[in-house]
């Protein structure tokens, strides 16, 4: 049961931060422009005694605020001498994600689904449908695996011999690769930042499948012979069959997502538009 209660827990743990691991570039300009614009704000503070009311002030004022108009959509709403807010969205969200800074509110923030209908409008129905759709598919995704351990383990524990946990622990292991390849497959698009903490999660749990396949192979024979041997080996078939899984999806998603030297550049910075600052070059 505690192993259940393990693999479901830490399931769930990756599930809820898929939001971060595989977020859209746009997301990712948007907030960085945000921050810098909160850093800005700090030390135009600091020098006027004053935040600035638009971004006209910031780049009277000497500040280089750099982002790409046309697609971040970056905004002071209000500012007086003691407090500001300002939102940061991409053009053309494909996510609803809006982020903003309101020192009435604590600061920095990301929009809850009733306040982001304000700023993302027409289009809002539609990426929430697909958003569901995304959510259906992983929690569809998560009950089958769900299912796959739990008959997993209670075979491995039903036949354990002499050897046996040479076969049961490394389909248990292989399990979280498959998990990680699975999110993967149905999040990753040509929209979708391949950071390099991705990239590394990805190899690493492909070093894990394979590694457990070594282990599987070669345990294989120092497993007692008997009946339940027979069982068992359904344990090491699968094993096999998730590694090989964890290698297309990995040699997929390289192949079709490759990062840019600029991990953002194909997305912020088409060849055809120059980088642009908020209001012209200086």
Known sequence: MIRYCTVILLALMALSGCSRLYENAGDIQARQALEDLIGIQEEYHKKNNKFARNLIEIQEAGHKLEYHTGIVYLEIESANDNAWRAVALPAESTTARVFAFDTNKGGYYEMDDE??????????????????????????????????????????????????????????????????????????????????????LLIASLLVSFACVVVTVKGYGKVENSEQKISLSALAFCTVFMAVINLLVVTHTFLNYQENPDPLEKYIKPPSLPPRTAFGSQ
């Open 115 to 200: 306040e982001v209908s304000s700023y993302v409008l027409g289009s809002l129905n539609f990426i929430r449908e697909q958003r569901e759709d995304m959510q259906d598919r992983d929690t569809i995704g998560f009950v089958l695996l769900t299912i796959m351990t739990v008959f997993g383990i209670r075979t491995w524990r039903r036949n354990r011999v002499a050897g046996s946990g040479w076969l049961g622990w490394p389909f248990t292991i292989s399990l979280f690769p498959l998990l990680l390849a699975s999110i993967t497959l149905n999040h990753m698009d040509t929209e979708i930042a391949l950071s390099k903490t991705l990239q590394m």
